[in-house]
């Protein structure tokens, strides 16, 4: 699933949640985990961040990216709207 990819991206390869998300997005583009996944996903990247510092991508080079960075962007923010 979508979330496990974002989860594995995270914890091997230390990508921040926004970043995961990108990629597994560019690659897939209707990816999208649930939003109680997406809220343990959230967690997961506070206890990544508690030990370390995550890494980030630089801006979007190309439409898919430009895409998926959007989505990533507008279903954070809906997410903090509902808790």
Do not use: I, Y
């Not at 230390?14 to 990108?22: F, G, P, Q, T, V």
Request: charged share 25%; with cysteine; proline share 5%.
């Amino acid at each position: 699933s979508s979330t496990l990819c974002m989860a594995h991206l995270m914890l091997s390869e230390e990508w921040s949640l926004n970043a995961a998300a990108r990629l597994v997005c560019v690659a897939r583009a209707f990816a999208r985990p649930s939003p109680a996944l997406w809220r343990q996903l959230k967690w997961l990247e506070e206890r990544l961040l508690e030990q370390g510092s995550l890494h980030e991508l630089p801006a979007p080079s190309n439409a898919a990216e430009e895409r998926a960075a959007a989505w990533v962007q507008e279903f954070d923010v809906s997410r903090q709207r509902k808790k």
